[in-house]
């Protein structure tokens, strides 16, 4: 049987108050998933191993049942990988994010909303300032940019940006074994605040830090997304990235385009990992109305269109981790699984 794996990234959540106490996604009117909830089977499932941090590529390379290190696994590298920017072995990955401060306070961990060229203008100040000698800057269409140091053994610890926000500036600054290391990327976060004084996003942080790994286990199917960092992590175990026009990894993705190319891609394989990641980033923003109002999108163009669709399949749908938009974090907590057969086909 054919199985459509859909990871709608941080849906689930903390009972939220204004929400009488529901979660966003029972709060929110969502009745393509109630009927999936009722007439398929639900549960809970730990998706993070025990002492691992709670973020994405843990989350999904626990639910494809891959093995790996705690600690041994970066969005920065999957984000390289996903993006088609060779790193090897000796290289250092980090995450770039373009944020916004103000007054001395770190006011958004994902800049506002920049637009694609904005994001590529201020990748080539990034590079003309503080770029060369093994120190490259890479864009993608929006805040997630990388950074990536070559010919790099020292390591660098930093926390994730998306939990500094409304902390002073001071706390985004790096530390690493090597000190000319630190000095180098606390310089360059710092600088860079003067150089992108002009754009929305007012300046960088560097996090994630990450190096390539090998997975012994092999996925067989494909993956869709709108975000490198599963584009990533379907490539490192082996499955193929299917490209979709209008899949941004926000809320203005085409979520007909992303069922549409699901659909095809269910033809040739077995199994489709379906991402999509906006209801993530509105926990981010601690917005949480904001994500009703996006879950309540995707079950009225992706859930329910999915439901219409004339073919026999297995149907998961869950969260990768729990993303609270009261505190804007991640948490460890056990996700909701919804499983449904979806039996359309007369054939
Ligand atoms: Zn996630």
């Known amino acids: ?36 909830r009722e007439k398929g089977t639900v549960s809970r499932r730990k998706t993070i191993p025990s002492g ?59 800049g506002v909303d920049i ?37 790099c053994s ?6 994730p940006t998306h939990t500094l926000v409304g902390r002073e500036l001071g706390r985004l600054l790096v530390s690493s074994e090597d000190p000319l290391l630190s000095e180098t990327l606390n310089e360059i976060i710092k600088n860079s605040r003067s150089v992108l004084a002009d754009y929305p996003s007012n300046g960088i942080s560097l996090w994630a830090p990450g190096r390539p790994v090998q997975f012994s286990g092999r996925t067989a199917g494909a993956v869709i997304a709108g975000v490198n960092i599963m ?12 490209d979709v026009d ?20 269910l033809e040739k394989f077995d199994f489709v990992l379906l991402h999509i990641e906006a209801p993530d980033e509105a926990s981010h923003q601690k917005d949480s109305a904001k994500k009703v109002r996006i879950l309540e999108e995707i079950d009225r163009r992706l859930l329910s269109p999915l439901l219409n669709q004339k073919i026999n399949m297995d149907v998961t749908v869950q969260s990768d981790h729990v993303t609270s938009s009261l505190s804007g974090q991640h948490l460890d907590w056990p996700v909701e699984v919804i499983q449904y057969k979806l039996r359309n086909s007369e054939k």
Not at 11 to 29: K, R, V
Not at 131 to 138: N, T
Not at 233 to 242: D, E, K, Q
Not at 248 to 265: E, F, I, P, Q, V
């Open 246 to 265: 209008g899949a941004t990894g926000d809320d203005r993705t085409d979520y007909s385009a992303k069922l549409y190319a699901a659909m095809k891609a």
């Open 115 to 151: 637009s694609a060229r904005q994001c590529s203008e201020i990748i080539d100040v990034l590079n003309a300032n503080f770029g060369g000698e093994g120190i490259e800057f890479h864009g993608t269409r929006d805040f997630r940019c990388l950074l990536i140091l070559r010919d």
């Open 154 to 159: 020292a390591n660098v610890a930093a926390y």
């Open 1 to 36: 049987m054919k199985h459509l794996l859909l990871i709608i990234d941080g849906m689930d959540d903390e009972p939220i108050p204004a929400f009488g106490n529901l979660t966003p996604s029972y709060f929110a009117d969502m009745p393509a998933l109630r009927y999936m």
């Open 231 to 242: 584009k990533g992590i379907g490539r490192a175990v082996g499955m193929t990235v299917v």
């Open 52 to 110: 691992c941090i709670p973020g994405t590529e843990v989350a999904v390379l626990s639910i494809l049942g891959h093995d790996f290190q705690s600690g041994s696994v970066s969005r920065s590298w999957f984000e390289a990988l996903g993006a088609g920017i060779m790193v090897n072995e000796e290289d250092l990955c980090l995450r770039c994010n373009l944020i916004s401060h103000e007054n001395g306070i770190i006011t958004s961990h994902s």
